[in-house]
């Protein structure tokens, strides 16, 4: 019955948006395309490289509508560690703002604790172990999936 159900969201909430203007193996929400690398695990620059190589960005999550969509989808297909998104308080501790944009989020979700800035975190990413809630990270110390994201076309 699981299995029912998890096909059931996957057919109607993702298959519908796979294409709509997006390259093949990125999904489709908002008139926006995401993807995810599953093949690498990369600190934040590298991630940012990863990203701006594919003709994109570190998602910038400008709505919690947005947000959730991507959470789910990390969740339903189980991206290990998390992912990296593009906020970072590099410039100034503790006003975090969407890297290349430098314009502050709408608003958050961080997991219990966070963001802590433990050992001089800067840089944001999705998290699994506290149910993909947001969690601060350092940029290079740490390793996370990129969470890519264009404007479709």
């Given at each position: 019955m699981r299995t029912f159900i998890l096909l059931l969201f996957v057919v109607t909430?993702?298959?519908?948006?796979i294409s709509a203007g997006c390259p093949d193996g990125w999904i489709s929400y908002g008139g926006h395309c995401y993807y995810i690398g599953y093949e690498a695990l990369l600190t934040f620059p590298e991630a940012w490289l990863y990203c701006d190589i594919r003709g994109a960005y570190l998602t910038r999550l400008d709505t919690y509508s947005e947000y959730s969509f991507l959470r789910n989808f990390?969740?339903?297909?189980?991206?290990s560690a998390g992912a990296w998104i593009g906020l970072t308080d590099q410039t100034h501790e503790g006003i975090y703002q969407w890297y290349g944009t430098n314009t502050s989020p709408t608003f958050s979700d961080w997991g219990p604790g966070q963001p802590d800035n433990l050992g001089n975190e800067d840089c944001v990413g999705i998290w699994a172990a506290i149910d993909y809630k947001w969690n601060d990270f350092q940029c290079v110390g740490y390793k996370l999936r990129p969470l890519c994201e264009k404007i479709s076309t």
């Open positions: 909430n993702l298959l519908p948006s990390l969740k339903i297909t189980k991206v």
